[in-house]
């Protein structure tokens, strides 16, 4: 399909509303093949969509020096991860690509230039979570890259630049986790509801600042204090969060769910807008 093709058919869409935006707490790879209340809860938010032409998911797990989306027909199922049983490492989600989302998320980004990655594929960060939404794998899948160069006020100005996707039937999906401290794991209590006070603290001032629209301090993460500082000690798991937030619009509603912690440091709360 060439360019054109594509504006037209896009051009078609513009009538019929914003597509919403997902925030989603990710977790353990192994909710690609559990099934508990984080992956009912990833089922039901989809099943209130409707569907959508392609997906563009900012993983946590792709972090690159610039800024690239996938742009292969067929991207790989990548298994970015060890430890975990065989029948996680035999899960494929192949979802096609859209090489022309790729050229057209490129060409509406102004901030930066984005390169057009024929390498990396979908991974855990993006079909673990999107796999029970589409469990078909029949819509198209692309990823764009995390510049880890860049601070969090460039991440959110970055993003405000994909609203124009929203119009277009695309769901833009941020995949990591709001608290994420893998060196604090309390590996004995996974399986209930525990979390340290530092971590209910970041978690819920994280969702008081969301609710509130007050993302300059979700920008300034940094300057939260000890909490954050427990529940961010790197920010990758975090900016895909910015990346939804900054599309949210004035009017829109905002819906927090999935908002539980597991073993202690980490928490799937998910977020969704429109």
């Not at 060409?107 to 078909?136: F, R």
């Not at 890259?145 to 941020?174: C, M, N, T």
């Not at 969301?210 to 975090?238: K, M, V, W």
Request: aromatic residues 10%; proline residues 6%.
């Amino acid at each position: 399909m060439i360019l054109k093709d594509l504006h037209n058919m896009t051009s078609n869409l513009n009538n019929t509303g914003k597509m919403p935006v997902l925030f989603l707490g990710h977790g353990s790879p192994m909710n690609a093949i559990e099934n508990n209340e984080f992956v009912e809860g990833f089922r039901q938010v989809g099943n209130t969509l409707k569907r959508p032409r392609a997906i563009l998911c900012i993983s946590a797990h792709w972090e690159t020096n610039g800024t690239y989306v996938t742009a292969m027909p067929n991207p790989r199922t990548i298994h970015d991860f060890g430890g975990f049983p065989k029948a996680l490492f035999d899960v494929q989600y192949p979802a096609p690509g859209s090489p022309e989302l790729a050229q057209e998320t490129k060409n509406i980004i102004k901030k930066t230039a984005v390169g057009l990655d024929d390498k990396w594929g979908l991974d855990h960060g993006a079909w673990s979570v999107i796999k029970h939404m589409y469990p078909e794998a029949n819509i198209p899948v692309i990823q764009m890259s995390i510049d880890y160069s860049k601070p969090a006020k460039y991440h959110f100005e970055l993003a405000k630049e994909l609203q124009l996707l929203r119009r277009k039937g695309i769901l833009i999906v941020g995949s990591g986790n709001m608290v994420h401290n893998l060196r604090k794991v309390a590996w004995n209590k996974l399986n209930e509801t525990f979390a340290y006070d530092w971590a209910i603290e970041a978690n819920e001032l994280m969702k008081s600042y969301i609710l509130s629209g007050n993302y300059e301090n979700l920008i300034n993460f940094r300057s939260q204090g000890t909490a954050f500082d427990l529940a961010i000690p790197t920010p990758e798991h975090y900016l895909p969060l910015l990346y939804a937030l900054a599309l949210k619009e004035e009017s829109e509603d905002i819906s927090i769910f999935n908002d539980k912690p597991v073993g202690g440091s980490l928490t799937m709360t998910s977020v969704k807008i429109g």
